[in-house]
């Protein structure tokens, strides 16, 4: 069972800039097409960004794009979100998954508080 585990997130202003990095465990990441989600409190966990199984596609959120960057690592079994041009609305707990269903078991994300 691949077990994912978010991290780089931390308090920034706003237009600063974050990196988060998902590594996962286990042979099959590279075959799954993965993204990252994001929980604000109060409210649904919604979708951000996701990339293909080999890297060579990628989709964003209307809310993020031209500012997010998704990439991945295959040989480090990692998935990567640059983060630009940051605002107080992108706070929230940000996690990884594969973006088949079901979801893999979800790891602890990683909080991301932008000030104002």
């Known amino acids: 069972q691949v077990q994912l585990v978010e991290s780089g997130g931390g308090l920034v202003q706003a237009g600063g800039s974050l990196r988060l990095s998902c590594a996962a465990s286990?042979?099959?990441?590279?075959?799954?097409?993965m993204g990252w989600f994001r929980q604000a409190p109060g409210k649904e966990r919604e979708f951000v960004a996701a990339?293909?199984?080999?890297?060579?596609?990628?989709y964003y959120a209307d809310s993020v794009k031209g500012r997010f960057t998704i990439s991945r690592d295959n040989a480090k079994n990692t998935v990567y979100l640059q983060m630009n041009s940051l605002k107080p609305e992108d706070t929230a707990v940000y996690y990884c998954n594969r973006m088949a269903r079901p979801p893999l078991p979800w790891g602890q994300g990683t909080q991301v508080t932008v000030s104002s």
């Open positions: 286990g042979r099959t990441f590279s075959s799954y097409a």
């Open positions: 990339i293909s199984w080999s890297g060579g596609s990628t």
